[in-house]
């Protein structure tokens, strides 16, 4: 079956705007999580949905934002960007909620912020 | 081993040797731990996992060590291949949260 895919792959923004990522998880998968990839700081956690409810969130500020839609698929919003907001934006999904273990990742979307 | 700098550690063997990876994770009640393996332009893939109650357990071509006194989790892969060439890092879980280390980038010369 399709893997998790991400859109859009690549994206340019300047600071102060504010940016839509998609993210279609497994079919069959309920829960999608949302992490940020730099180089300094590694894969942090920021949020998971599972059936439209968020049931985990990581240490970010209310700048990101995300919410999924009954089909699973989950969208994330980061307002008034920053510079530092550039990187590497993954979405994973898993059948379970909070199952780690078996998360399947996206290849990712990433975000340049200048 | 993994640190939080901008230049990942890495690591060049040859194919066919064994290759060892290192993590020093943070907290010492973290009680489960992931080892991942990120290919360019990809997403991490779930390699292994090791809970706090072992120290020792092996997959396909792969063991992972789990040193709790030293707080140290190391990847070993056995004959590696040149597929197998790529960022790894390690995650650990406590207070219900997963935290994540940098990684170490590993090149298998021909």
């Known amino acids: 079956k399709a893997g998790v895919t991400q859109t859009p792959r690549y994206l340019i923004k300047t600071r102060g705007q504010q940016v839509t990522l998609s993210c279609s998880p497994i079919?069959?998968?309920?829960?999608v999580s949302w992490y940020q990839q730099t180089p300094g700081q590694g894969l942090q956690f920021l949020f998971e949905?599972?059936?439209?409810?968020?049931?985990n969130k990581g240490n970010f500020p209310g700048r990101f934002s995300g919410r999924q839609f009954s089909n699973s698929r989950s969208e994330m919003n980061v307002s008034t960007l920053e510079l530092g907001d550039s990187a590497l934006y993954l979405c994973?999904?898993?059948?379970?909620?909070?199952?780690?273990?078996?998360?399947?990742f996206g290849p990712g979307t990433r975000l340049t912020v200048t | 081993g993994e640190n939080v700098g901008l230049h990942l550690p890495t690591l060049s063997v040859q194919e066919g040797d064994n290759s060892i990876i290192n993590c020093a994770y943070s907290?010492?009640?973290?009680?489960?731990f992931i080892w991942y393996k990120q290919e360019s332009g990809k997403g991490p893939q779930f390699i292994i996992d090791?809970?706090?109650?072992?120290d020792k357990r092996q997959g396909q071509r792969v063991t992972v060590l789990l040193n709790k006194t030293v707080k140290h989790l190391s990847l070993q892969i056995a004959a590696t291949q040149p597929g197998d060439s790529a960022v790894y890092f390690c995650?650990?879980?406590?207070?219900?949260?997963?935290?994540f280390g940098t990684g170490t980038s590993l090149t298998v010369i021909p």
């Open positions: 995650a650990e879980n406590y207070g219900n949260q997963f935290y």
């Open positions: 090791i809970r706090s109650n072992m």
């Open positions: 949905y599972f059936s439209e409810t968020q049931r």
């Open positions: 994973a999904s898993s059948s379970l909620a909070g199952g780690i273990n078996e998360q399947y």
């Open positions: 907290n010492s009640a973290s009680d489960y």
């Open positions: 079919s069959g998968h309920r829960s």
